[in-house]
């Protein structure tokens, strides 16, 4: 009888710690009141120091297990990878930007203010054109998905990201008439993105070749797994404890985000999986292409949504909710890709 593949506990449950430091970020906001402003001011160029060091945390340790070493043998299978680039980079952030479009500025007129839905809009831009990097690989395996290929996707990814990024938020943005700070975004891009990466790579490699590759996956990497989930979920009660009175006026605005967010989820799994099998692609290939396709690099727009529009903003909070409702639908997601395994 074959192994049954199981996601860990503490990734399992993502969603209700989420919730959990949701709750408690709300009371400490309300609990605090006024008092807690002190550390949303602690900014260099717009970028907020103490949920910078956070976010760096939760990213550094996804960039250690990127190997892009491994991108010199795609071309054996080049079919898989222009999957994951043309539904990553040509087709979700703009049916992102539609979803949202429709939802926050017409369908939610009557409930949102005209004034704050660009912002709303703009969270949703920042998750869609950010492809997941790092609980794909949890996907991945759980659909017995080929871990090398899984590998060479998200580092694709992830370079593409360094010169891609910018521009389509910036194209996107545009299209909700925000003024684009462009300086605090190619910043947040060096600062979330960059540095950790270069950091990542460079203890890949020194680590590898001092200890050996055994040692790194089985002994180095699982320490900084708790340390990456943790930094998330304490970003979370400091988001949470400064959108705190908007949340309590206005509890609905949850189940608004996610309902669109949660539509482009499914829709944009659907167009991968179903174009993975019009290419004859075997299942190992193409359920990563839809999973990766399908989840958010959701620690990368939470920090530029902070960076470009702060701490309380409508923005920030859609990336957060993004947080909230990803990991539920992704392991739903994962049960219909093993029952339609081939």
């Known amino acids: ?6 996601i860990a506990f503490f990734e399992k449950y993502l969603t209700l710690w989420v919730a959990l430091c949701i ?5 400490i906001g309300h609990l605090a009141g006024e008092d807690i402003t002190f550390l949303s001011d602690m900014e260099i160029y717009n970028v907020n120091i103490p949920i910078a060091i956070l976010i760096w945390l939760m990213i550094y340790p996804m960039m250690l297990q990127i190997d892009f070493s491994s991108i010199k043998g795609v071309g054996k299978a080049p079919k898989g990878l222009i999957l994951t680039l043309v539904i990553n980079w040509l087709i979700k952030p703009f049916t992102m930007a539609f979803f949202a479009w429709i939802f926050f500025d017409k369908l939610y007129s009557a409930y949102i203010d005209p004034d704050l839905a660009g ?4 969270g949703a831009i920042l998750l869609g054109v950010a492809p997941c990097t790092a609980m794909v690989f949890v996907w991945s395996y759980l659909t017995d998905g080929d871990p090398n290929y899984t590998l060479v996707q998200v580092s694709v990814n992830d370079l593409i990201i360094l010169v891609a990024f910018v521009p389509l938020v910036g194209l ?4 909700t008439d925000i003024t684009i700070p462009y300086g605090t ?3 947040s891009v060096l600062i979330f993105v960059v540095v950790p990466l270069v950091a990542g790579v460079i203890t890949n490699k020194i680590m590898i070749k001092s200890k050996g590759e055994t040692w790194f996956k089985n002994e180095f990497l699982p320490k900084f797994k708790p340390v ?9 009660v400091l988001l949470f404890a400064f959108q705190g009175p908007n949340i309590l006026n206005n509890p609905l605005i949850i189940v608004l985000i996610a309902v ?9 799994f659907f167009i991968a999986w179903f174009g993975g099998r019009k290419l004859n692609l075997p299942h190992a290939i193409c359920s990563p292409a839809a999973m990766i396709g399908a989840s958010n690099f959701f620690e990368l727009a939470v920090a530029v949504a902070i960076a470009l529009f702060g701490l309380q903003s409508p923005a920030a909070l859609v990336t957060v909710v993004g947080v909230l409702v990803e990991v539920p639908i992704m392991l739903s997601l994962v049960a219909l890709a ?4 081939y």
């Open 1 to 6: 009888m074959p192994e049954t593949k199981k």
């Open 23 to 27: 709750g408690v970020g709300i009371l």
């Open 119 to 122: 912002e709303y809009i703009a």
């Open 172 to 175: 996107l943005l545009g299209i």
């Open 185 to 187: 975004l190619v910043a």
């Open 228 to 236: 990456s989930i943790f930094a998330l979920l304490l970003t979370l």
């Open 260 to 268: 669109p967010l949660i539509i482009q989820t499914y829709f944009i």
């Open 338 to 341: 093993n029952r339609w395994k």
